[in-house]
């Protein structure tokens, strides 16, 4: 009876260890999968010359919205981004008006001086700033702890596409949707716990309209949505990589005392 136990425990061990390895075999072989679809998302973006950017000029036109919609608040804006960490957005035709967010901070700057923004604008920025598409290839993607999920293939903007999860070691995580043809990216979701109510919320970035510019795929449409609900449209004019940067670009006293004049 003794024998007959151990046989059964000896093939309960084996089968378990057999359907580990099965197990295995298949999240590993679906990691590949979305590793893939990343890199031909960064082929298609530019390869090596998106990945090396030094920096990045857009100038469009943005609209607000709340519970989707208009809230009438339409403005010009002139943007430079220095990755990973270093933002400037002039605001009106006059560019009187200043956001500049650099590292955790960020602050406004008009013919008054300067302030540090409301928190809840800091942070929403600097939340978007971490888990973009290029946040998460320059940085979660080096990272050996981060997971690759495929989730299969679903439908963004209207177009087939090769939907992909990354979590990094803080369980945060971005999911993306690239064309399934042209491997650029379509959709950013990602999620937040409001650390009052302690509910989540959902943030969603779509991109459309791309042009080639100085070989960098651009989208020139972009809409956001917050739980669902449109919150900002920016449809850009132009683009252009690896300029001129403003002088004292960062510099917030700098810009504040031009300003002032």
Known sequence: MKKIWILIILAVLFA??????????VQD?????AHAAL????????????LTLQNTYIEGRTSGFYQGKPTGAIGDFFSWHVFPDKDRIELSKKHDVVDIFLGG???EITYRGKRALPADQRDEFLRRRDHSIETAVKVW??????IYLFDGQSLAERHLADQVTLINASNDSITIQMDAQTHLPLRRTYQWRDPLYKDKNEEVEEYDDYHTIDGIP??????RFHNGD???????YKAAYNVPLPPNAFDVDATAAKIKK
């Open 16 to 25: 378990a260890h057999s359907l580990r390895a099965q197990t295995d075999a």
């Open 29 to 33: 072989a679906n990691s590949k999968r």
């Open 39 to 50: 890199d031909a998302m960064v082929a298609a973006l530019g390869g090596d010359r998106w």
């Open 105 to 107: 901070e960020g602050w």
């Open 141 to 146: 993607m080096k990272d050996p702890r981060t």
């Open 218 to 223: 651009t989208p020139f449409g972009m809409t």
């Open 230 to 236: 449109m919150t900002n449209q920016r449809f850009v």
